[in-house]
């Protein structure tokens, strides 16, 4: 069974900054793509970023520039590093996972929350 976990999350300050784990239990190299997504109070789950097998990244608008994806496969982990925080990227960050073989599977991890308030 995959098992996906993310830590890293808090309450920062706007302006403030936060490094996002997700952590797998085996090998990410499998995974076609990987992903943040997050989802606020009485909001639907929006994608944040994506990284692919190949290294190649996606942002949403509303945070391009300011987050950065990455995935360490010897580490087995991907990360969001969060910088130049606003209110309105508070939010439960979840980690997801897909792998493509003659169907597609995804994994989702169980999400941490980030506020970020003055």
């Known amino acids: 069974q995959v098992q996906l976990v993310e830590s890293g999350g808090g309450l920062v300050q706007p302006g403030g900054s936060l490094r996002l784990s997700c952590a797998a239990s085996?090998?990410?190299?499998?995974?076609?793509?990987m992903s943040w997504h997050r989802q606020a109070p009485g909001k639907e789950r929006e994608l944040v970023a994506v990284i692919r097998s190949g290294g190649r990244t996606n942002y949403a608008d509303s945070v391009k520039d300011r987050f950065t994806i990455s995935r360490d496969n010897t580490k087995n982990t991907m990360d969001l590093q969060m910088e130049s925080l606003k209110p309105e990227d508070t939010a439960v960050y979840y980690c997801?996972?897909?792998?493509?073989?003659?169907?597609?599977?995804?994994?989702w991890g169980q999400g941490t929350q980030v506020t970020v308030s003055s």
């Open positions: 997801n996972a897909q792998l493509v073989t003659i169907a597609t599977w995804e994994y």
């Open positions: 085996g090998s990410i190299s499998r995974f076609n793509t």
